[in-house]
């Protein structure tokens, strides 16, 4: 089967550095790019970057460059989120996806299940 | 401000058709993808590129663009399929990607 499992809710202060993950499974995760998507409660989906972990190609939304890192470790199938100072407006749930296809984006068809990160005083 | 903007809101009595509409200037040169969204769910790929339908997306969802306007038609809408809906394609510069605004369909 194949899947993206997001690392546990997150609850930080202003000012406070993150990292979430994203570990798939069930297929060649280096050979399909790996997205991420943010989306404010209550708010639309926001695309904030994308990264193939075969060679570590990074396309970060401009929206979001300067805000966060995209990164990955293929020898454990995982991506990164991460960010070295947390705002509250960073509040929201992170989504990691992958494309339909290997090497190219047409789409995502599996999501990880969300990551929420509360930034909170 | 997306690139790519959506109608935010739509309604379509059961069993009847809604097109769904995304409008943006990349949408000249490149396809749209579209997401379905229940609340509290990821988003779901319901059709991608010039004509696809991801395996096991029902075939009353369809999709066409025509200039800067792309569409996503439920033809005989059912009540499961009443969620937000989510245009995805390249952002104005052709590089990057963005997502609509999204429009939410209520199904009466």
């Known amino acids: 089967e194949v899947l993206l499992v997001q690392s546990r809710a997150e609850v930080k202060k202003p000012g406070e550095s993150l990292r979430i993950s994203c570990k798939g499974s069930g297929f060649n995760f280096s050979r399909y790019w790996i997205g991420w998507v943010r989306q404010v409660p209550g708010k639309g989906l926001e695309w904030m970057g994308i990264?193939?972990?075969?060679?570590?190609?990074?396309r970060h939304s401009p929206s979001f460059e300067g805000q966060v890192t995209i990164s990955a470790d293929k020898s454990i199938s995982t991506a990164y989120l991460q960010w070295t100072s947390l705002k509250a407006s960073d509040s929201a749930v992170y989504f990691c996806a992958r494309p339909i296809a290997e090497a190219r984006y047409d789409g995502f068809d599996v999501w990880g299940q969300g990551t929420m990160v509360t930034v909170s005083s | 401000s997306s690139d790519l903007t959506q109608d935010p809101a739509v309604s379509v009595a059961l069993g009847q058709t809604v097109r769904i509409t995304c409008q943006g200037d990349s949408l000249r040169s490149y396809y749209a993808n579209w997401y379905q969204q229940k609340p509290g769910q990821a988003p779901v790929l319901v059709f991608y590129g010039k004509n696809n339908r991801p395996s096991g997306i029902p075939d009353r969802f369809s999709a066409s663009s025509s200039g800067n306007t792309a569409s996503l038609t439920i033809t005989g809408a059912q009540a499961e399929d009443e969620a937000d809906y989510y245009c995805?394609?390249?952002?104005?510069?052709?590089?990057?990607?963005?997502f609509g605004t999204g429009t939410q369909v209520t199904v009466l």
């Open positions: 995805n394609s390249r952002d104005s510069s052709g590089i990057h990607y963005v």
């Open positions: 990264i193939y972990p075969g060679d570590s190609d990074t």
